[in-house]
């Protein structure tokens, strides 16, 4: 039964009708704030007072989420941690998510398999995880997949909790962002062809790359980096971002695991380059460059200091971290989660998220509201390619309303 419309008067014949059902309509409200978003998705095919409550109550929840999974999750089961773990807690999520961007470790996430019965090695590769993890979120959802040596996680809860340096064994995270009032989060993919190295300008128009006055962040992940030309492909698609007023961070992985926004199925054995693009005047970021001479608690926590000084607001923030393979706790001496326990020590409210990858991507730079970008530093930040560093990272969303 349908308690809204209906009734040929109109609402405003009957003022005292009008007053009960807003007052029921407050109610409602009130109460489906406690529902998860799959639950309100249920909850709105009851009747139309519920549906418009319903509608109201997503379009307050814009925070995003995560969903995380470490060592303590992890098992002999046959699906990954991070797969089981969304299975379980996407019932609990408060959020629609419009873009999902998940890492895991490669060991585990995906298979490859050396077959020696040609005159070749051949690769036999299985990607279960990552279509089994695809299928838990809504057809309309842009999931952006990659697995690289080592994971950098906050576990569930707050982001008050102690973020992991997971540098070997089962883990993932999967950040969850809803649709975000007067914030575009857009996916990319440029696929290396080898007959055709020329990058078109249309092509980074289309995906927001140039030509957008509002682009503010830009992250971005080169695949398969360690076959011929294809480190080269990555530093060209970078070089056309150089020069603009934006934050670049990221660095190399291993795999591309999953892009649903691509029309083309992936390819395990190609090479290009990923990422999301984050566009609005309501962003704001910073990055740090935590160099080779970065080697102990009191030099990280001075990157730190630097980091802290551009004043980027903590609430609805995120913090990422891409690190050297090299790096880690062999890196301090054998003393393990250096680098993320001096993150949490200067921004204790502000999850963090990463990875162990092979190269890294960015500098100390800062994107100001009014679209000027500053130094962190006097250090020259002309190169943003880098090897056994570390890259951190601050993206602001903007506050609610």
């Known amino acids: 039964m349908e308690l809204l419309g209906g009734g040929g008067r109109g609402p405003c014949a009957d003022p005292q009708g009008t007053f009960v059902l807003g007052n029921l309509a407050e109610v409602v ?3 489906l704030t406690f529902l998860p978003a799959k639950a309100l998705l249920r909850a709105a095919g009851v009747c139309r007072l519920w549906r418009e409550c319903a509608r109201r109550v997503l379009r307050l929840q814009r925070g995003v989420t995560w969903v995380s999974a470490g060592l303590a999750g992890a098992g002999r089961r046959q699906d990954h941690c991070l797969v089981r773990a969304l299975a379980e807690e996407l ?5 629609l998510p419009q873009t999902v961007l998940y890492m895991a470790d490669s060991e585990t996430f995906i298979s490859l398999e050396e077959c020696r019965g040609h005159k070749r090695a051949r690769k036999r590769t299985t990607m279960e995880a990552a279509f089994a993890l695809e299928k838990l979120f809504p057809k309309q959802c842009h999931i952006l997949g990659i697995v690289t040596p080592g994971i950098v996680v906050t576990p569930m809860g707050s982001g008050n909790n102690r973020p992991q340096e997971i540098e070997i064994g089962e883990s993932g995270f999967a950040l969850l962002f809803p649709q975000i009032e007067g914030i575009k989060i857009q996916p990319f993919h440029f696929i290396k062809d080898p007959k055709n190295l020329t990058l078109e300008r249309h092509q980074l128009t289309e995906v927001g790359l140039l030509d957008n006055p509002e682009l503010r962040v830009v992250l971005v992940f080169g695949y398969n980096c360690c076959k011929v030309g294809a480190n080269n492909y990555l530093q060209r698609v970078v070089s056309t971002l150089s020069d603009t007023n934006v934050i670049l961070a990221g660095g190399q992985v291993d795999n591309l695991a999953s892009l649903t926004s691509d029309k083309q199925p992936l390819d395990i054995d190609a090479t290009g380059v990923v990422g999301l ?12 460059l935590l160099n080779e001479d970065v080697n102990d608690e009191k030099t990280v926590e001075a990157a730190m200091q630097r980091l802290k000084a551009a004043n980027i607001p903590e609430r609805n923030t995120i913090g990422f971290m ?3 393979v090299g790096r880690g706790f062999q890196y301090y001496r054998a003393k393990g989660n250096v680098e993320a326990d001096a993150f949490r020590k200067f921004f204790p409210s502000v999850p963090l998220f990463g990875f ?3 190269g890294e991507i960015g500098c100390d730079r800062i994107v100001t509201g009014n679209f000027v970008l500053k130094k ?4 020259k930040d002309d190169d943003l390619f880098h090897s056994y560093t570390t890259i951190m990272a601050l993206i602001h969303l903007g506050l609610s309303k």
């Open 277 to 288: 693009s984050f566009s609005g005047h309501r962003i704001q970021s910073a990055t740090v």
């Open 376 to 379: 962190c530093n006097e250090v």
């Open 356 to 358: 162990f990858g092979n």
């Open 29 to 31: 409200e009130r109460v």
């Open 322 to 324: 891409f690190a050297c």
């Open 91 to 95: 019932e609990n999520v408060h959020i």
